[in-house]
């Protein structure tokens, strides 16, 4: 059974979540609880192209609830 996230020839959504993660999403599939459409409405996008956005906008890996409390430490330093 083929992986429908290693679909070329399918269509995909990114889908970003609270914490400012990115997800590929295909299409077909419900978006899960918690997480929305950031690219590809409304009809989805190629693959490669869904994972070009996310590479460039995805800049940092870290959840935003971290970069919040690192960023909350570092005022209170100086």
């Keep these: 059974m083929k992986n429908p996230f290693d679909d070329d020839e399918g269509l995909f959504y990114a889908l970003v ?38 590479d460039e906008h995805w800049t940092d890996l870290r959840p935003k609830s971290l970069r919040d409390v690192i960023a909350q430490h570092e005022s209170a330093a100086r």
């Excluded at 997480?35 to 490669?48: C, E, M, N």
């Design 17 to 54: 979540n609270h914490e400012e993660q990115y997800s590929l999403w295909p299409t077909f599939k419900p978006v899960p609880g918690g997480w929305t459409i950031a690219y590809g409405a409304p009809d989805g996008r190629p693959r490669q192209e869904v994972l070009a956005w996310i």
